[in-house]
């Protein structure tokens, strides 16, 4: 099958049924904030952190997702957002997209000097933001033991990020798409959400962006990695279904010479 060609989805009606929601909501026991509730939360049970010590707020699709607190730290609930930087006289770079139960890098309304960096939701949404300047009923050595974690899931939240670059900067365009389909389905399983087929909650446009390519290029992967089977595809709903063969593309391996 060409690259140009149409795709014949080998999703049916009953399989596309049954696929997961666009990134539905965590669970407060997979969300990378679950140690720092814990904490705020002096003992309440994982059943209850979410009304007792989040802040929950819905985001509507578009909206800009900002700190409300000018200390605090924002985890994705359910939906998606995605961080964008702007360019000299162009399209912003979007930067990072952030999944459910990941922690996101905010400016505050008040903060000055803060990077240019707009974080907006992808679609309806929702957030989790907890303070952390005022604890109370903390004991100053609690107080401690907290602002430590934060400091280990901020610099754990650095490492997933870094990974993520690392898997999409690849040599050559195939590597760039085989490494971020990976990426996404490593993220959704360390948040106890299905991995193996999974909608992206992102157009193509901005895929094209943050992987440094061009919108039509990346739809032109999207149909050359059905055609070899490595992939599922019909719209956002994706099946990874050839997991190795897409880890060889992405660590540069030669792609299978058989015609796409």
């Not at 952190?49 to 924002?74: C, Y």
């Not at 109370?136 to 939240?157: C, I, N, V, W, Y």
């Amino acid at each position: 099958m060409s690259d140009s060609g149409n795709v014949t989805p080998l999703l049916t009606p009953a399989n596309r049924r049954r696929f997961p929601p666009y990134c539905p909501p965590v669970e407060c026991s997979a969300c990378a904030l679950l140690a720092l509730c814990r904490m705020a939360g002096l003992g309440v049970d994982d059943a209850r952190l979410a009304e007792v010590v989040g802040r929950k707020r819905p985001v509507a699709r578009g909206t800009e997702v900002r700190r409300r607190e000018r200390r605090s730290v924002i985890a994705v609930r359910s939906g998606a957002l995605k961080s964008e930087m702007p360019r000299p006289g162009g399209e912003a770079q979007i930067v990072a997209f952030h999944l459910p139960g990941e922690l996101v890098a905010l400016a505050g309304a008040d903060e000055q000097g803060a990077p240019e960096v707009r974080t907006l939701a992808l679609m309806p949404s929702e957030v989790c933001e907890l303070p952390v300047s005022d604890l109370p009923g903390f004991a100053p050595e609690d107080a401690a033991r907290f602002h430590l974690r934060l400091a280990q899931d901020a610099t754990a939240a650095l490492l997933a990020a870094q990974r993520t670059l690392a898997w999409t900067r690849g040599e050559g365009a195939e590597a760039r798409l085989a490494g971020f389909l990976l990426d996404i389905a490593a993220r959704f399983a360390s948040r106890e959400l299905p991995a193996q087929a999974f909608r992206l909650p992102m157009p193509r446009r901005d895929i094209a962006n943050f992987l440094g390519l061009a919108e039509e290029t990346v739809c032109r992967l999207f149909r050359r990695f059905h055609g070899r089977g490595w992939i599922a595809v019909s719209g956002k709903r994706v099946v990874l279904r050839d997991p190795a063969k897409l880890r060889a593309v992405a660590a540069g391996a030669a792609a299978d010479a058989s015609p796409a």
